[in-house]
């Protein structure tokens, strides 16, 4: 496995701002936000939690698969703030997957 970099500053501010159009703490709200972001790039499990306020992130990805969107799951090496190294998932849409409101 290879250890992942940080995520960029880009990516980053990207995520923020779907997390500030999504507002709400609900798992539909965090279903949409993190939809959103997988049609924009692949969402580590890190980056839903820090950046998407998305804190049970393999939950919302299955709520997902089970509304029809192909959602495939990486395992990756990353590196915590901290200099732990974690294995999490790496979620992507698959391509060609319709892109449609969370359910």
Known sequence: MEKEKATSSEKKAALETIRAEF???DTNTQC???LEALGR?????FEAMRFLDVYHCPA?????RKA???ITTHRQSVLT???????VGLY???S???YEAAA
């Open 60 to 64: 919302r990805v299955m709520q997902l």
């Open 92 to 94: 992507s849409l698959e």
């Open 32 to 34: 949409a936000r993190l």
């Open 96 to 98: 060609g997957a319709g």
């Open 41 to 45: 790039f692949p969402v580590t499990t």
């Open 81 to 87: 703030e901290a200099g732990v190294k974690h294995t």
């Open 23 to 25: 507002k709400g703490t």
């Open 68 to 70: 029809g969107h192909r």
